[in-house]
């Protein structure tokens, strides 16, 4: 069984900051890609950034700049920092990462439960 359980999200005024942090647990053999994602109402779920077990990124382009994203391979966690908060970026944030168990004979997709981003005006 993997677990991915996220922290930091809440509320903070546009121009503010945020850590998100997302420990994987569980019975795991190795991870490959680990990422954040992110749901506002009524709309569909989007990529955030990504990181794979080497330290290469990729973000959606508008939010280049104000989001960064790293990872702690020791302690199988993923950080998104999150600057210069705008009332748009206001979401449900979703850790994601693609892990090996050695109960199973390929890599699985794994999600967490979601964190709540809110940015007022």
């Known amino acids: 069984q993997v677990e991915l359980v996220e922290s930091g999200g809440g509320l903070v005024q546009a121009g503010g900051s945020l850590r998100l942090s997302c420990a994987a647990s569980?019975?795991?053999?190795?991870?490959?890609?680990m990422g954040w994602y992110r749901q506002a109402p009524g709309k569909q779920r989007e990529l955030v950034a990504r990181?794979?077990?080497?330290?290469?990124?990729n973000y959606a382009d508008s939010l280049k700049g104000r989001f960064t994203i790293s990872r702690d391979n020791a302690k199988n966690t993923v950080y998104l920092q999150m600057n210069s908060l705008k009332p748009e970026d206001t979401a449900v944030y979703y850790c994601h990462a693609i892990i090996g168990s050695p109960f199973r004979p390929a890599s699985m997709n794994y999600w967490g439960q979601g964190t709540q981003v809110t940015v007022s005006s």
């Open positions: 569980g019975s795991i053999l190795s991870i490959n890609a």
């Open positions: 990181i794979t077990s080497t330290g290469s990124t």
